[in-house]
């Protein structure tokens, strides 16, 4: 009989050794939650300083992104980090 190897999956079906994987889910979901509370707060800010007209659009693109990235930035590196150590 012919014996197949496998991988061993972890969450997600991620192989347990797959840093990167682990580091790009955690800035795309860090950029996911990044963006939604970029985009509520930036809605907020737009309404409560009256921002003129069409500029509350880019208004909120800009807080939308920004607070994004640094999110996505932050949970990337903390992935990164929590990557090397084994529990």
Sequence with gaps: MRT???????VMGMARDSCLARVTAGVAIG???????????GTYEAI???VPGL???????QTTLGSAAVFGLFLGAGSLIHCG???
């Design 4 to 10: 197949v190897k496998r991988n061993q999956k972890g």
């Design 31 to 41: 950029g996911a939650v990044g963006g939604a509370v970029g985009a509520v707060y």
């Design 48 to 50: 409560r300083y009256k």
């Design 55 to 61: 500029l509350k659009i880019r208004y909120i693109g």
């Design 85 to 87: 150590k084994s529990y």
